[in-house]
């Protein structure tokens, strides 16, 4: 299994989510609004300021755990509902998940 977080601008929720929806036997996804900093803190020079930063972005964490076969799949809807081609469009990062336990099921 893997799973699939994405960072993504908040206004391009509902396409990944229809984008989600499309693909057949995706079980769900979780959605977290979530602040951070990136790339674009730096300075013209390219070197990050001294200071804390007062101000952060607002994104959207988007988190599938599916089959190896739909990560693929996954990873390309997300990535075109999401795409802008504007600086700070977000990430995607795939892990490999090595047990899931549905907790509706019986305890062993």
Known sequence: ????????????????????????????????????FGRSKE????A?????PDDYVRHVKVE????DGLESEVVAAIHYAAHTGLRGDGRIFVSDVGRSVR????PE
């Open 1 to 36: 299994m893997k799973e699939i977080k994405a960072y993504i601008k908040a206004f391009r929720r509902d396409k990944v989510t229809q984008a989600l929806h499309a693909i057949e036997g995706l079980e769900g996804a979780s959605y977290s609004d979530v602040l951070g």
């Open 48 to 52: 990050h300021s001294e200071q804390m």
């Open 43 to 46: 300075n013209s020079s390219g």
């Open 103 to 106: 907790i509706q099921d019986e």
């Open 64 to 67: 599938v755990v599916c089959d």
